[in-house]
């Protein structure tokens, strides 16, 4: 499921990238958050059956919890710092 989820993103961003109009920001927007949604909910699964102990599988709902959180956080201070130092 990671192959196909990744499979969806990539036009997505390809389509950010060449995007000329407002309709095609939607487009790759749209196609991005498909494939990112199937990405973190296929993600959190390998994690949990990665820790093979039964009573650690929250530890790793946890981990997954954090990880988006900080990225949907850190990412667009990140990019607003970076749009900041070009100007």
């Known amino acids: ?14 389509v950010f990238a ?3 109009s407002l309709t095609g920001l939607f487009i790759g927007r749209l196609l991005t958050e ?8 296929v993600c959190t699964a390998a994690l949990a059956d990665l820790d ?11 981990i997954a919890t954090f990880a988006f959180t900080n ?9 607003s710092a970076a749009l900041h130092l070009e100007t």
């Not at 498909?34 to 909910?41: K, M, R, V, W």
């Not at 990225?71 to 990019?79: E, H, K, Q, T, Y």
Request: hydrophobic residues 60%; without cysteine; glycine residues 12%.
């Open 1 to 14: 499921m990671i192959v196909p989820a990744l499979a969806v993103v990539m036009p997505g961003s390809l």
């Open 18 to 20: 060449f995007a000329s």
């Open 34 to 41: 498909l494939g990112s949604g199937a990405l973190s909910s």
């Open 52 to 62: 093979a102990v039964a009573d650690r599988r929250p530890h790793a709902a946890m």
């Open 71 to 79: 990225g949907a956080a850190l990412g667009p201070l990140a990019s």
